[in-house]
C-alpha cells in the first residue's frame, strides 16, 4: 500500500516530504499548466525533492512518439520517471514497447475494467482508473476499482491500481478497502486523511 501526491506544485510536495510516507508524484498538464512552470522545470524539481516515482505524461499522437518521447524521460531520470500514457490504441501500443524495454508505464484514462486488462496484457506498471470523474457522472469510481482488483487477482496480475481522480479522504481509503496498491491524492485531501474532529477534541481535552 503506498501513496502519492498529484500536483505539480513543488513547494507543496517538499512540505509534505519530512512525513516520510511520500513514494510517489503523478503529474498532468493541466497540473503542470496550474504550476505556471516550465514542464521540464518542474519534473527537474520534483525529482530534487527526493521523489523517485514521478509520473510524467508524454505528448505524441502515435506510438512512436509517445516512445520516443517515453525513451528520453527514461534516459534523463532513469526509473524514477514512470511514463504516463493514455488509454488508447496508440497508448497501448506504445506501452507495450517501452514495458519490453523495462521502462515503468502509467496508463492513464481508464473508466473501465476492459481498458484495465488490455493495459495490463501491455505490460504496464500501474492502470489510472479515475474515481471522481466516474462518480462526477454518476457511475461507481470505487466499484470500478473493486471490479478491476478482483480480476487482477485472480489472473495473478503484476499491474498494480493507482486509483486517480480522488477527491476525498473518505474516497481514498474507499479505494485502498477495493483493492487500489497505491492512491495518489491532492495535498489538500493528503492534508484530510491525517485530521478528524475527534482527534483534535480529545487533543484540546
Ligand atoms: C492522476 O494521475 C490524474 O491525472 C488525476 O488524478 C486526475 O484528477 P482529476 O480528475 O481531478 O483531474
Known amino acids: 500500500m503506498k501513496i502519492f501526491l498529484d500536483t505539480a506544485i513543488v513547494t507543496d510536495i517538499e512540505d509534505r516530504m519530512p512525513t516520510g510516507i511520500i513514494k510517489g508524484v503523478t503529474t498532468n498538464p493541466t497540473l503542470i499548466r496550474r504550476s505556471g512552470e516550465d514542464p521540464d522545470v518542474v519534473y527537474e524539481e520534483i525529482i530534487n525533492a527526493g521523489i523517485t516515482d514521478l509520473s510524467i505524461e508524454v505528448k505524441g499522437d502515435d506510438a512512436e512518439t509517445l516512445v520516443a518521447n517515453g525513451i528520453l524521460y527514461n534516459s534523463k531520470y532513469g526509473d524514477k520517471a514512470t511514463i504516463k500514457l493514455p488509454c488508447t490504441v496508440e497508448g497501448i501500443k506504445a506501452c507495450k514497447t517501452l514495458s519490453i524495454l523495462k521502462i515503468k508505464t502509467n496508463m492513464t484514462l481508464i473508466f473501465s475494467v476492459s ?39 485472480i489472473h495473478d496480475c503484476k499491474t498494480q491500481i493507482l486509483a486517480a481522480s480522488l477527491r476525498s479522504a473518505q474516497s481514498a481509503a474507499d479505494a485502498y478497502e477495493a483493492g487500489a496498491h497505491i492512491c495518489t491524492v491532492p495535498v489538500e485531501v493528503f492534508d484530510d486523511m491525517s485530521t478528524h474532529v475527534l482527534t483534535d477534541k480529545g487533543l484540546a481535552q
Open 115 to 153: 481498458q484495465a486488462i488490455l493495459c495490463a496484457l501491455a505490460g504496464a506498471t500501474y492502470v489510472s482508473p479515475f474515481v471522481g470523474r466516474l462518480d462526477q457522472i454518476g457511475e461507481d469510481g470505487i466499484g470500478l476499482i473493486s471490479q478491476i482488483a478482483t480480476t487482477f487477482c
